[in-house]
T-cell receptor, first 116, second 116 residues
Framework: AQTVTQSQPEMSVQEAETVTLSCTYD???????LFWYKQPPSRQMILVIR??????QNATENRFSVNFQKAAKSFSLKISDSQLGDAAMYFC?????????????FGTGTRLKVLA | GAVVSQHPSWVICKSGTSVKIECRSL??????MFWYRQFPKQSLMLMAT?????????EQGVEKDKFLINHASLTLSTLTVTSAHPEDSSFYIC????????????FGPGTRLTVT
């Protein structure tokens, strides 16, 4: 079974600085998707970025980028020029296809604090 | 992004009663909807996956007779918590995905259930 591990329960970053959130996963599949979701205090889950496993190029969305190491099964999120609005819980998620249906597995989350 | 609504956003019910939570995809056809449960300061736990017109697939440990899921149309799924007890108090989140949205998962804003 697939597992997703986020080893950092909480991280802090100074405003305008860069922070990296870690995520590792375990799977025997070769084709899958990985995601980072943000959950602010409103608790509305928001997609930050996604990575397709067959793509070697790391995904980038504005200030957010990933470092995808498929062999190491590592999928870290880098947030550049951190802003106060980035403060939230961040969840790493793995998506696999089971019998034609997608299934998502979430990590335990990392709480990011942004210091002014 | 796509819009997914949940109703109600907050509900209080007495022990032994049943409560229904609705999840609607407002601007796309959701062939698959997911129901999650989130305890305070914890990750999302997948409860079940429902495909339109089919019976829901429940995760191990989730009582299908207690958490009734119906996905009768491409825009609506419901979760009914039957004979609710205080331990069922939690934050319930639905998400929807479909072909037209590249099977991306769009989340509803969540429903806070309190059983007294």
């Amino acid at each position: 079974a697939q597992t997703v591990t986020q080893s950092q329960p909480e991280m802090s970053v100074q405003e305008a600085e860069t922070v990296t959130l870690s995520c590792t996963y375990d799977t025997s599949e070769s084709d899958y998707y990985l995601f980072w979701y943000k959950q602010p205090p409103s608790r509305q889950m928001i997609l930050v970025i996604r990575q397709e496993a067959y793509k070697q190029q790391n995904a980038t969305e504005n200030r957010f980028s990933v470092n995808f190491q498929k062999a190491a099964k590592s999928f870290s999120l880098k947030i550049s020029d951190s802003q106060l609005g980035d403060a939230a819980m961040y969840f790493c998620a793995y998506r696999s296809e089971v019998s034609g249906t997608y299934k998502y597995i979430f990590g335990t989350g990392t709480r990011l604090k942004v210091l002014a | 992004g796509a819009v997914v609504s949940q109703h109600p956003s907050w509900v209080i019910c007495k022990s032994g009663t049943s409560v229904k939570i609705e999840c609607r995809s407002l601007d796309f056809q959701a062939t698959t909807m997911f129901w999650y449960r989130q305890f305070p300061k914890q990750s999302l736990m997948l409860m079940a996956t429902s495909n339109e017109g089919s019976k829901a697939t429940y995760e191990q440990g989730v009582e299908k007779d207690k958490f009734l899921i119906n996905h009768a149309s491409l825009t609506l799924s419901t979760l009914t918590v039957t004979s609710a007890h205080p331990e069922d108090s939690s934050f319930y989140i639905c998400s929807a995905s479909g072909f037209s949205r590249d099977y991306e998962q769009y989340f509803g804003p969540g429903t806070r259930l309190t059983v007294t």
